[in-house]
């Protein structure tokens, strides 16, 4: 579990900084498995006795200290890589104490623990790193043999320490070539995490433990003040972490708005995934508010009249399939405006657009709260009367036709419209199309019983 958190806390870091970071962190793991199995092995063979080998337990001890403390404290880059020339010096006193105090015996492989060195220099400075190491090693390989085999009055070849020598950088090497690799991926991941437009916040436990600074920016905070919070703070509305990971599995991301304290809400399309250990989470964030401006304009342009405003033939058939499929009572009035054709011909066709906005207005004013008006097509309109019977479609028919007898004034001109109006109530079985019929057939019969110019109202 720490290491998942270790982890996430760094990728909230520069990449640099974030990179120094994690090497100590893997290489103070070590360093205290290092310090539990020097202490189990000097009990084993010593118990609590005065040995020598208890002040290698003591150096590994307070190195480990040391550089506990200095995570905690160190401030950038610079700064971690001194930590980290001073953890290497203190490993490499302890084990050089080591060396000195294990009884020199030259078919004893202790010299080969001088590759951990190499190997720490490896993780912390690449390939470079791996061949100094390496020669440290050697020297200190070296060292502890001429010692071992001059206690027994024998001669070491050069050629045992050559190999002993190559030995150590060729481990070393390979581990050093690997990190350097990994490293520059590393850095380019933090460098995109930190670049990129996209809000990218990292949950362990359901609480932040990291945010990029895109993130600090669409949520308007300081990112230190997101430290700790729970996701439900942060981001308000967001479903629970299961069903958002379950959701972003389905390719379906969750919307979230945001309220900012001046401009519009902001949307975001949240998706989650798992990052490293399985409770911590990696939530990203991208700002869909212009699409779904853009998504909510060309629908809104799909389903209204550019004229007038009003909604279509589309969003009537919308509308009235709602209505049908909850069984619900609905009507509709069918509109025809009389005598339209010579306000086109005698006034033009800029009048005769006027007059069908005054009429939508009219329309608007006239119908009841749950009712809505629709333009079909020229001077055809349409009301959705909900709930409705037939003495309420007689009702709001009635006053239809009354807002539309009075006479109206354009550029001056004083223009008589009416309009014949017929109703259709909703039967077992229909559809927008064979009630809009019905309707359409009522009004027909309307125009051709009455006097142009005058409204009128008809069942069929």
């Known amino acids: 579990m720490r290491r998942g958190r270790d982890d996430a806390v760094t990728s909230t870091l520069p990449a640099a900084q974030a990179a120094c970071l994690a090497t100590e962190h893997a290489v103070q793991r070590a360093r205290l498995i290092a310090v539990l199995l020097a202490a189990g092995i000097t009990w084993s063979l010593r118990g609590l006795t005065a040995d020598p080998r208890w002040l290698v337990v003591l150096l590994l001890a307070i190195t480990a200290a040391g550089v506990a403390v200095g995570l905690t404290t160190a401030r950038g880059p610079a700064a971690l890589r001194l930590l980290g020339v001073a953890a290497f010096a203190g490993d490499t006193a302890a084990i050089g104490l080591a060396l000195w105090v294990i009884n020199t015996n030259p078919a004893d492989p202790i010299w080969a623990v001088t590759g951990l060195l190499a190997i720490e220099a490896a993780a912390r400075w690449g390939a470079r790193g791996a061949v100094a190491g390496g020669l440290l090693s050697a020297s200190l390989a070296g060292w502890w043999a001429t010692m071992a085999y001059a206690a027994e009055d024998r001669d070491l070849s050069v050629e045992s320490l050559v190999f002993r020598g190559v030995v150590l950088i060729v481990l070393a090497l390979p581990a050093g070539h690997l990190i350097d690799q990994l490293r520059r991926e590393q850095v380019r991941t933090r460098q995109l995490y930190e670049a990129s437009t996209e809000l990218i916040v990292i949950l362990d436990d359901d609480r932040v433990v990291g945010a990029n600074p895109a993130a600090a920016d669409l949520l308007g905070r300081d990112p230190a003040t997101l430290r700790g919070l729970a996701v439900r703070e942060l981001l308000p509305g967001l479903p629970p972490v299961v069903q958002l990971l379950a959701r972003t599995d389905a390719g379906e991301p969750a919307s979230v708005d945001l309220p900012t304290t001046a401009g519009p809400t902001r949307t975001l399309a949240v998706t989650a995934q798992r990052s490293g250990e399985r409770s911590t989470v990696q939530l990203i964030g991208r700002d869909v508010t212009a699409e779904r401006s853009r998504e909510a304009q060309l629908r809104h342009q799909a389903l209204h009249d550019v004229l007038t405003g009003l909604p279509n033939r589309t969003a009537l058939q919308e509308r009235v399939n709602r209505a049908l499929a909850t069984d619900a009572s609905v009507g509709l009035l069918f509109l025809d405006l009389d005598g339209f054709k010579a306000v086109n011909d005698s006034y033009g066709h800029g009048v005769g657009d006027q007059v069908l906005q005054r009429v939508a207005d009219r329309l608007r004013h006239a119908v009841r709260g749950g009712d ?89």
Not at 398 to 407: I, K, P
Not at 419 to 432: E, I, M, Q, T, Y
Not at 443 to 449: G, I, P
């Open 372 to 460: 809505a008006p629709y333009r079909l097509a020229g001077d055809e309109f349409c009301v959705v009367v909900e709930p409705a019977d037939t003495a309420t479609l007689d009702r709001v028919a009635t006053r239809v036709a009354e807002a539309l007898s009075d006479t109206i004034e354009v550029e001056g001109c004083r223009i008589a419209i009416g309009a014949s109006v017929g109703v259709g109530l909703a039967r077992p079985g229909d559809d927008p199309d064979r009630l809009l019929a019905r309707a359409d057939a009522a009004m027909y019969a309307v125009k051709a019983e009455r006097p142009v110019g005058r409204g009128a109202v008809t069942s069929p």
